[in-house]
């Protein structure tokens, strides 16, 4: 199998200025303020501290309704500990809020420090219990107990917001003053929040989706945000940077979401983008269960093709054994087949299932999913030996398909025979587009199109598979199939 050029993917960063300025402007403010003491001025302004606190509240609540929306079933842990990340930051930082003097009490109370800081420190711990590999008990355990979690989750949060009402200063014996604390504070949620936003970044190298950058880029702030909060001096601009931070991290995840969801046409992409962040990490360490999330992610997308991949790549496996392939073959072979249309994981759900003919500019778009998905493996050492079976599979034999326009024997061998598994299934299972037709009329197809579209070789094996698997005599060697092959 052909791997060159494996390192030439680019991998562009959504727009690049805007990030930079982004993720720079806060840093060096900040720098700023502290290399220059005298322009980091005190400003008591307490009206509008409640109201931008307020303002990061709501978001963050908004996004935990969002995230809880595009969850399926509480059995999704991945998705359910992110919006645990977003309700406890909205619950416990309201209370930051509402402690602000003249709000909920008419003076300061120990609840209006302790809550900023337990609120990064509470949703830094279930971000990273999103992205982390838990073992299997966990995950089983988990998946029980998921609504008992979030409501229990819930239970608790309204309990701190009714705390802070009924007994001010309940928080006292938290030393949240000391440097020392403070700075282990500071460095366990900057560890979690990296780890994440590393995590995020590898499911973003993987599908090259808007939302993951986005997400990427909130974790990157919220470590500057744990910065401003430790180093900042309070009612300072150095300490108020943190509060503008804080908002604006929320802004462009709703951002990312809001131009996903635009471009394809369809809200359930930020689930397909939010679920499968630690896929990469996963699969480069050996693990087999991140396959079936991203085979499970490419087939949602599209619920007239569910069960395709796996079909696929039983066929494949069917006509690989009869073309004498090895078993390191075999295996090679059954990857590249799952992941074939792995690119598809970034086009916009409303070109996938239009049920109408497509325009030309709709399925340049589809054409490029072979490209995208070679992007996507070239960055994913476990899928570093499929590449050839997810770039090619859309070539034709006779050199009139893409990417490449490639002829013949010059078309890599997984591919040709992920292409015939790829047609016969698409042909029996049917699209919006077009009706299914008969085992039979699909073999027949295959045949005519022998020497054309598909290898011979390729046809050939798949027959006699096909028809071992009826328990039938392989019939591909008769008159008539070699006639209809010789006519294609």
Request: charged share 15%.
């Amino acid at each position: 199998m052909s791997t060159q050029n494996l390192s030439s993917a680019k991998v562009p960063v959504p727009f690049p200025a805007l990030s930079a300025i982004l993720l720079g402007t806060p840093l060096v403010l900040f720098a700023v303020l502290l290399a220059f003491p005298g322009i980091d001025k005190l400003w008591m302004a307490n009206n509008f501290h409640f109201w931008i606190v307020s303002g990061t509240t709501l978001a963050s609540a908004a996004a935990f309704v969002v995230v809880m929306l595009l969850t399926k079933s509480l059995s999704e842990t991945r998705l359910v500990f992110l919006g645990l990340a977003f309700l406890s930051i909205a619950a416990v930082f309201s209370v930051h809020g509402l402690g602000t003097p003249g709000h909920l009490h008419s003076g300061f109370h120990v609840e209006l420090a302790v809550s900023s800081w337990l609120s990064v420190t509470m949703g830094s711990i279930f971000v990273a219990l999103s992205v982390v590999v838990l073992p299997p008990a966990a995950e089983d355990f988990l998946k029980r107990w998921g609504s008992t979690i979030v409501a229990g989750t819930a239970v608790l949060s309204g309990l701190y917001i009714g705390l802070a009402f009924a007994t001010p200063d309940w928080l006292a014996f938290v030393p949240y003053s000391d440097p020392v604390l403070q700075k282990v504070v500071t460095v366990i949620n900057l560890s979690l929040l990296g780890f994440s936003a590393w995590r995020y970044f590898q499911a973003y190298l993987f599908a090259r989706l808007t939302s993951q950058w986005a997400m990427v880029c909130a974790m990157l702030l919220l470590m500057e945000v744990q910065l401003s909060l430790t180093f900042g001096v309070t009612w300072h601009y150095s300490w108020w940077l943190y509060h503008f931070t804080y908002g604006a991290a929320f802004l462009v995840i709703f951002g990312g979401w809001f131009m996903e969801a635009r471009r394809a046409g369809s809200v359930r992409v930020l689930a397909e983008a939010l679920s499968m962040r630690d896929a990469i990490a996963q699969l480069n360490h050996g693990h087999s269960q991140p396959v079936a999330d991203l085979v499970d992610a490419i087939e949602w997308k599209d619920a007239y093709t569910l069960g395709h991949v796996r079909r696929v790549a039983t066929f494949a496996l069917m006509m690989g054994k009869e073309l004498g392939l090895s078993t390191l073959e075999l295996r090679s072979l059954a990857l590249g087949a799952q992941m074939h249309d792995v690119g598809k994981i970034g086009v916009p759900d409303r070109i996938l299932t239009k049920p109408s003919a497509l325009t030309d500019e709709e399925f340049a778009i589809i054409r490029e999913h072979v490209t995208r998905g070679y992007e996507i493996a070239v960055n994913v050492l476990a899928l570093s030996t499929v590449t050839d079976a997810i770039r090619y599979h859309h070539e034709r034999y006779d050199g009139s398909g893409y990417p490449m326009g490639l002829r013949g024997d010059a078309i890599p061998l997984h591919a040709r025979i992920v292409a015939v598994a790829d047609a016969f299934d698409a042909m029996t299972s049917g699209r919006t587009y077009q009706a299914a037709v008969s085992m039979d009329d699909a073999k027949l197809e295959l045949i005519r199109c022998a020497g054309t579209h598909f290898d011979p070789r390729c046809v050939e094996g798949f027959m006699r598979a096909f028809d071992k698997l009826e328990g039938n005599r392989p019939r591909f060697g008769s008159n008539t199939a070699a006639s209809s092959t010789s006519a294609a």
